[in-house]
């Protein structure tokens, strides 16, 4: 054992203990993904005492089906929105330094198959580098034709003149969260997974408070606050209609979702540590290729959508599109039966004001709105910059007179929970999952019964114990898609570990599992459309 200390449990009969309990905490946050986290983790760092309530499970939402890349955004730049990928290239160096267990530096290859693409690409990649200045991960190279086959060993060879290599970062997304929870938590925050805000509470024309129902127990609370911030991400705008209402108004609708599919291949397709960029799809998109936890992703799309399901689902000319471009840039075609699953996130983009249901022109930057009645709710933005937009968001706070004046935030520099000391090696996020994802808490997690013993593919018996005592898990897709990432890479390995996961899920929580449930999940990560 290391002599690192004990992580905080999870015992979800504490935390609830805590929530019955009448207090007036300074902050209330809907929603447990990358943008309600990193709020609660910012505010309990300067002092404030913080409540975060999540309907689902932390990252549930869109936190968990990002594209997984720490990234300033290639695409962005091309459409000249320099502030938002200066700022985010500025977030990677953060972000990679506070956690590099889970985000690290990622070298890519644009492939050119004309003469004129590698100039062209490489120039507007250079300005990257100039934009990152020393948050750069790497220079930007041109690369002759046997090194861009070195870099990418199945990228397609016909025509092939040469490629540009450039830096960015990928992360595993479900884990961060679960570590800004964690952070937060270590700080005094109480936060709550399976705890749906069902209603807001206003005195004399401003908010102070919410209730809450317990998913498990059914049980409702209340909960007092002086600040309450909106974090439900493409679900913001039913909290926005319930304060409306409240005040006798009816709010604008401010999100605009747009759906991203990603599909999972094995690694023999791109084999080797260089992710593909596809700077320009035949109908003008971007596809990307990562390698990522001994898997391949690749996606990903932008098609507006109007509903806002937990479990969108990918439209049948969202996965051709993604099998077809990689077949034009990969020797061996991924086919529909090489999939080994395949998952759709909702982005929560701002609408613009003259709204053409177009979401690729709507802005990828975040927007913090306050309410006549006080509700601050933000949306938008990327998980790369969730620690700029907790930054803005307590400003605004502050600003709108919610909360007094604040000591200026420390995230830049707070190390998250697990982090390796600075300069230990780390294993590389293309690598399967194993104790390393773990950072220091690797040698506790050998020290758990079962840590030997196998379940999955490196998944172990211990992996599930240390997410039932340590990282909130409440349940057979807790553990298997976002504590470990089983379902999003091998959706029918998933399947397959889901009953001796339930064994030890009841044996840690005496909470029954329902395996069929998990099962009809993993069916629909496993069909394609
Ligand atoms: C396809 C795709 C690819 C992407 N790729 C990248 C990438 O590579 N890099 C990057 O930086 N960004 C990427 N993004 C963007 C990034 O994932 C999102 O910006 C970010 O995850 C949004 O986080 P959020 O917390 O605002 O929303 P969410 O993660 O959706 O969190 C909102 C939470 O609020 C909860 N909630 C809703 N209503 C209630 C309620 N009434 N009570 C309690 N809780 C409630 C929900 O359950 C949910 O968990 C991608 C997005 C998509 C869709």
């Known amino acids: 054992m290391s002599d690192t200390p004990l992580p905080q449990a999870t015992l979800r009969a504490d935390l609830i203990e805590r929530l019955a309990q009448p207090h007036v905490y300074d902050l209330a946050i809907i929603g447990g993904g990358a943008t309600g986290l990193g709020v609660a983790l910012d505010a309990a ?3 404030l005492s913080v409540v975060l309530l999540e309907s689902h499970d932390f990252a549930k939402g869109t936190s968990s089906r990002a594209t997984k890349l720490v990234h300033g955004g290639v695409r ?37 198959y004309h003469w004129w693409e590698s100039p062209f690409y490489g120039i507007g990649l250079k300005m990257y580098d100039a934009l990152a200045g020393k948050a750069g991960l790497g220079p930007t190279e041109f690369l002759g034709q046997a090194r861009t086959r070195a870099c990418l060993p199945t990228i397609s060879e016909d025509h092939l ?77 039913a909290l926005r209609q319930m304060d409306g209402e ?52 690749l996606g990903t799309t932008d098609t507006p959508r109007d509903d806002l399901a937990r479990e969108p689902e990918a439209f049948a000319d ?42 690729k022109g709507i802005s990828r930057e975040h927007t913090v709105a306050v309410s006549k009645s006080g509700l601050v709710t933000v949306t938008g933005g990327k998980w790369t910059t969730y620690r700029a937009m907790a930054e803005d968001v307590l400003q605004k706070c502050e600003q709108a ?15 998250l929970v697990g982090a390796p000391e600075v300069g230990a090696p780390t294993v590389r996020l293309s690598q399967p999952p194993g104790a390393h994802l773990y950072g220091q808490e690797a040698a506790l997690l050998a020290s758990l019964p079962g840590a030997d013993h196998w379940v999955g593919p490196n998944l172990s018996e ?8 340590y990282e909130y898990a409440r349940t057979i897709e807790d553990v298997l898609a976002r504590r470990h990432r089983m379902l999003f890479l091998d959706a029918r390995a998933a399947a397959a570990a889901a009953p001796a996961v339930a064994l030890i899920l009841e044996q840690e929580l005496g909470l029954p599992q329902s395996v069929e449930d998990f099962l009809a999940l993993a069916q629909r990560y496993a069909t394609l459309p």
């Open 45 to 47: 760092l300067r002092g």
């Open 76 to 112: 962005y730049l091309a459409q000249g929105n320099i502030s938002l990928v200066r700022e985010a290239l500025h977030e990677r160096t953060t972000l990679l330094n506070n956690a590099p267990h889970l985000a690290q530096p990622l070298p890519f290859v644009m492939p050119s």
């Open 161 to 237: 003149w040469g490629g540009v290599k450039y830096w960015d970062g990928q992360f595993d997304d479900a884990r961060l969260a679960l570590v800004l929870a964690r952070s937060a938590a270590q700080l005094g925050a109480l936060l709550v997974n399976y705890c749906a805000v069902t209603g807001l509470h206003h005195t004399q024309g401003r908010i102070d408070g919410l209730s809450c129902v317990d998913q498990e127990s059914g049980q409702s609370y209340d909960v007092r606050a002086r600040c309450v911030v909106n974090a439900a991400g493409v679900w913001v705008d």
């Open 246 to 297: 409240a005040m006798g108004r009816t709010s604008k609708p401010m999100v605009a979702p747009s759906q991203g599919v990603h599909v999972v291949v094995d690694r023999e397709f791109l084999p080797g540590d260089h992710a593909l960029l596809v700077p320009k799809t035949a109908d003008g998109r971007v596809l990307f290729a990562v390698p990522w936890l001994g898997k391949v992703i």
């Open 318 to 359: 969202e996965v051709a599109f993604i099998l077809e471009e990689s077949a034009r840039y990969l020797k061996r075609a991924p086919r529909r039966e090489d999939v080994r699953s395949v998952w759709v996130g909702l982005r929560p983009l701002v609408k613009p004001v003259e709204d053409d249901g177009n979401t």
């Open 401 to 415: 007179g919610l909360l007094s004046t604040l000591p200026a935030s420390t995230t830049a520099q707070h190390r």
């Open 462 to 469: 211990a992996m599930v114990r240390f997410a039932a005592r």
